[in-house]
């Protein structure tokens, strides 16, 4: 089928963001909703902002769900029908690709020629809808994976099921057919090129932000008011979904040891778990619990359902500590939004928590999987606190989302000043039989992005 054109300005004026599995309207911390669901939320929400509209494409998950909501000014959430709405796995979805991107070439199909500028998917269950889209609107693919099935597999907890070699097949693909892929650390962009292939000169790390607007320093004392926490009370703190993948069982042993160093502290500590069971995690739905009552600890231990990111930064001020333990993050937003506001993070030594901690400025890394070490690391936190929040707080300022933004918005506009580039030349090489044509990334002459941290 003929790609319908229409001449184009560089800078984009609608983007389709394809976000199938999950909808930034969905609450994170359960399910398949987190990182990915803020991050689609902030992006769109700034982008909208700067007169660039969105619309976001999402497969509906209930026959109760409006086809269309204005999310806010400029972006509106496309509820998909593509399969049946309840009861079906993220890996089902493969099956349901079909169905989404005829809704999505259909929607487009409604307007004149050229609607759209910018294809902007996330995960690689979007990445295949994206690259269809693409060669239909002739319009660059801009892919973010937010995880890699072949990292996720290289450090499976205890009790997961690896991605399924589909999956990496399918991600091998969109790495090949995106005009960009967005990396959230260098060490993401290096794993890409690494491990998939991908050209360095498409690839660019763009670090996703935090709203330094609502996750700010408060008064720790009245935070704890709030939510009923004693003022001398230690707290540490884990928010995310529970599954093995983010490992809170690693916190509840670190909790353990404490005690079991310092029995004294049984007066005072407190563990919150603010999250709810997903994925393989749903299979145990209460192993945490039991897990804690085990331990010896269930009296200290409070289990919160996910909550609105008001009541969230709330949450990370009345605590001591953050402890994000997962055995993989992308980046891990969690780590950055407690920083935010004030509250230092012990964490996992891995992935994108690399780069959102700030070793000994901001929180302390983990090395390993020994809970002795992650108590050890807690302990010094709390003996450096003051000094940690002060570093915490230094640290999440250098990220935002208009700086996450200003990033996309340079890689929507080199990726169309190339594929239109490229439009001229295969038009002046048309007389020309026999030419081999190569896009033009492929022969350096394009200004390449490469794997440069968005400053």
Not at 29 to 42: F, H, P, Q, S, W
Not at 198 to 218: E, K, M, N, Q, Y
Not at 225 to 253: C, H, N, S, T, Y
Not at 378 to 406: K, N, P, Y
């Amino acid at each position: 089928m003929a790609a319908r054109r229409r001449p184009r300005s560089a800078v984009p004026r609608r983007v389709a963001t394809l976000s199938v599995h999950t909808s930034p309207l969905d609450q994170p911390g359960a399910g398949d909703a987190g990182g990915m669901n803020v991050y689609v939320l902030e992006v769109s929400r700034r982008l909208a902002e700067r007169g660039i509209a969105v619309d976001v494409f999402t497969r509906a998950v209930s026959s109760d769900l409006p086809p269309v909501v204005e999310m806010s000014p400029g972006v509106t959430v496309r509820h998909v029908s593509a399969g049946p709405f309840e009861g079906l796995g993220k890996e089902e979805l493969p099956a349901q690709l079909c169905a989404f991107t005829a809704a999505v070439l259909r929607e487009e199909a409604q307007h004149e020629p050229g609607h759209y500028d910018v294809v902007h998917s996330h995960y690689w269950l979007s990445g295949q809808v994206g690259w269809l889209a693409r060669d239909r609107w002739s319009v660059p693919l801009i892919h973010t994976a937010h995880t890699l099935a072949k990292v996720k597999n290289a450090a499976l907890a205890i009790g997961d099921r690896p991605e399924p070699r589909a999956r990496v097949i399918g991600e091998e693909q969109v790495v090949a057919e995106a005009d960009r892929l967005v990396a959230n650390t260098d060490d993401e962009a290096r794993q890409l090129v690494d491990h998939y292939g991908a050209d360095p000169r498409r690839t660019l790390v763009v670090p996703p932000g935090v709203d330094l607007d609502r996750f700010t320093p408060g008064d720790r004392t009245a935070a704890r008011r709030r939510l009923g926490v004693a003022e001398d009370a230690v707290v540490l703190l884990f928010v995310g979904r529970i599954q093995p993948l983010k490992a809170p069982d690693l916190l509840l042993e670190a909790a353990a040891r404490m005690l079991a160093d310092d029995p004294a502290l049984r007066d005072r500590l407190q563990v919150h778990v603010v999250g709810a069971p997903s994925g393989t995690g749903l299979e145990a739905p209460r192993r945490l619990e039991q897990l804690a009552a085990g331990l010896g600890i269930a009296d200290l231990v409070r289990f919160l359902p996910p909550v609105h990111a008001e009541l969230l930064a709330e949450h990370y001020r009345a605590a001591d500590v953050a402890v994000v333990p997962s055995h993989n993050e992308s980046f891990g937003l969690v780590a950055l939004e407690a920083q935010a506001c004030g509250t230092p993070v012990v964490a996992a030594a891995v992935g994108g928590l690399r780069t959102a901690v700030r070793n000994g400025v901001s929180g302390v890394l983990v090395e390993g999987r020994d809970p002795t070490d992650y108590a050890a690391a807690i302990r010094a936190v709390l003996a450096r606190r003051e000094l940690l929040s002060a570093g915490a707080r230094r640290h999440a300022g250098a990220f935002s989302w208009e700086r996450t933004v200003d990033s996309l918005v340079a890689a929507y506009t080199a990726a169309a000043e190339e594929m239109a580039m490229t439009s001229q030349e295969v038009a002046s090489q048309r007389a020309a039989p026999g030419t081999l044509l190569r896009p033009a990334w492929a022969r350096g002459g394009v200004r390449a992005l490469g794997a440069q941290v968005a400053q």
